[in-house]
Nanobody
Framework: QVQLTESGGGVVQAGASLRLSCAAS???????MGWFRQAPGKEREFVAA????????YYADSVKGRFTISRDSAGNTVYLQMNSLKPEDTATYYC?????????????????WGQGTQVTVSS
């Protein structure tokens, strides 16, 4: 069984930075991981993803150039460095893990999900 635990959310002002972490336990060796977010009243959307090594990364256009996804050397933790935060980045952020390679920008590529961490950006 795989468990994903996110941390690092909080309340910040526009322009600030936050770093989210997601620690994976269980069958996590060499698995792609990603971040999604869901704002109130909106559908969950893709934010960023990385292959097991972090050598290949993918970003939503809305965060490209501001957010960076990375992995630790063991591949068990994924990070999301968020810079130049905007009020529209306010959402619950979820990390996810894919057991098999798929289209990492889509939710159905992922098999396990964390419980989410709240990010609130005030103007």
């Amino acid at each position: 069984q795989v468990q994903l635990t996110e941390s690092g959310g909080g309340v910040v002002q526009a322009g600030a930075s936050l770093r989210l972490s997601c620690a994976a336990s269980g069958r996590t060796s060499r698995r792609a991981m990603g971040w999604f977010r869901q704002a109130p009243g909106k559908e969950r959307e893709f934010v960023a993803a990385a292959n097991w090594s972090g050598g290949s990364t993918y970003y939503a256009d809305s965060v490209k150039g501001r957010f960076t996804i990375s992995r630790d050397s063991a591949g068990n933790t994924v990070y999301l460095q968020m810079n130049s935060l905007k009020p529209e980045d306010t959402a619950t952020y979820y990390c996810a893990l894919a057991l098999a390679w798929g289209v990492l920008t889509q939710m159905d590529a992922y098999d396990y999900w964390g419980q989410g961490t709240q990010v609130t950006v005030s103007s």
